[in-house]
């Protein structure tokens, strides 16, 4: 069983910064594709940015050059920094473990999420 733990959330003003947090199971970066999703009041959630299990990444076009995927294989920790922060990035953030089988069936875990929330 996969087990994902955001942490970092919090109140902050606009244009700052904050890093979020995920622990997840031990092994779990050769296996599982890593993403970070966020979800506002009344919308979707959506993807913010993914890492896959060779370390590529992709940024969501609203948080390029703002925000940055990173992860420490040896803390078993993936990491979302948060720069230049504005009220529209204001959301609960979830960390996110998939892969696919060879069948094609896709496997999807979720953490808890943490609320980030920006003031203008």
């Known amino acids: 069983q996969v087990q994902l733990v955001e942490s970092g959330g919090g109140l902050v003003q606009a244009g700052g910064s904050l890093r979020l947090s995920c622990v997840a199971s031990?092994?779990?970066?050769?296996?599982?594709?890593m993403g970070w999703y966020r979800q506002a009041p009344g919308k979707q959630r959506e993807l913010v940015a993914r890492?896959?299990?060779?370390?590529?990444?992709i940024y969501a076009d609203s948080v390029k050059g703002r925000f940055t995927i990173s992860r420490d294989s040896a803390k078993n920790t993936m990491y979302l920094q948060m720069n230049s922060l504005n009220p529209e990035d204001t959301a609960v953030y979830y960390c996110?473990?998939?892969?696919?089988?060879?069948?094609?069936?896709?496997?999807?875990?979720w953490g808890q999420g943490t609320q980030v929330t920006v003031s203008s």
């Open positions: 890492m896959s299990t060779t370390t590529n990444t």
């Open positions: 996110n473990a998939n892969r696919r089988s060879g069948l094609g069936v896709s496997f999807d875990y």
């Open positions: 031990n092994g779990i970066f050769s296996l599982y594709t």
